[in-house]
């Protein structure tokens, strides 16, 4: 089935910008469209992936704010300006409080890397290793205002090697994640992502 129009993606970092890369490399088959990228941190090297492709981008430095609340509205301000369908963290590392995602309740998306939920928060690979799993890999879910603990919308995993170690194991979860991200937002974009 061909699509009305695509979907409409903000996608919200902090860092490296890897998934963001591997997004807007896969917007190009039409589903979805990147409308913009918006950091809370100056030196990502994900705002200089954005100039370099032309996308709208926009820094919303939380150090410049008093207090969370008035950074989030800040926030939210860059990412409605966008006027997305979907708003896709990808290495977005605050957390965000209860306002902000009550506002974009159902469309708020993450990706994290583990099979949750198992290895919530920060330093998944070392504790997968550390805990001895078997399988490990990377979630797409909705944000809550519990951390890492919204609803899974889907998962991609791997057989830990025995010879592994957190860069392979990283490494090997990252090309996951590169699939997975791109593939959620097709599925949504042709209405097969059940949000509620
Ligand atoms: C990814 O591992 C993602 O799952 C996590 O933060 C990392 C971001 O990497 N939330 P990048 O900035 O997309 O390269």
């Given at each position: 089935m061909g699509l009305a129009r695509p979907l409409r993606v903000a996608v919200v970092v902090s860092g490296r910008g890897s998934n963001l890369r591997s997004l807007h490399e896969k917007a190009s088959e039409g589903n979805y469209l990147i409308v913009g990228v918006v950091s809370n941190n100056p030196a990502a090297p994900a705002l200089d992936y954005a100039a370099s492709q032309g996308l709208p981008k926009g820094l919303i430095d939380h150090r410049a704010y008093a207090t969370r609340a008035l950074f989030e509205e800040a926030l939210a301000q860059a990412i409605d300006?966008?006027?997305p369908d979907v708003i896709a963290l990808a290495g977005f590392l605050r957390v965000?409080?209860?306002?902000?995602?009550r506002h974009y309740q159902g469309r708020l998306l993450n990706i994290h890397p583990s099979?949750?939920?198992?290895f919530p928060g920060l330093d998944t690979h070392r504790r997968a290793l550390e805990a001895g799993a078997r399988e490990h890999g990377a979630t797409v879910h909705l944000v809550t205002d519990a951390l890492d603990g919204g609803p899974i919308i889907a998962q991609a995993g791997l057989h830990v090697a025995p010879t592994?170690?957190?860069a392979t194991l990283a490494a090997r979860v990252l090309a996951l994640e590169h699939e997975l991200y791109p593939y959620v937002l097709k599925r949504w974009a042709h209405g097969e992502v059940a949000t509620h």
């Open positions: 300006r966008l006027n965000l409080g209860a306002d902000f995602v099979l949750l939920p198992s592994e170690d957190v």
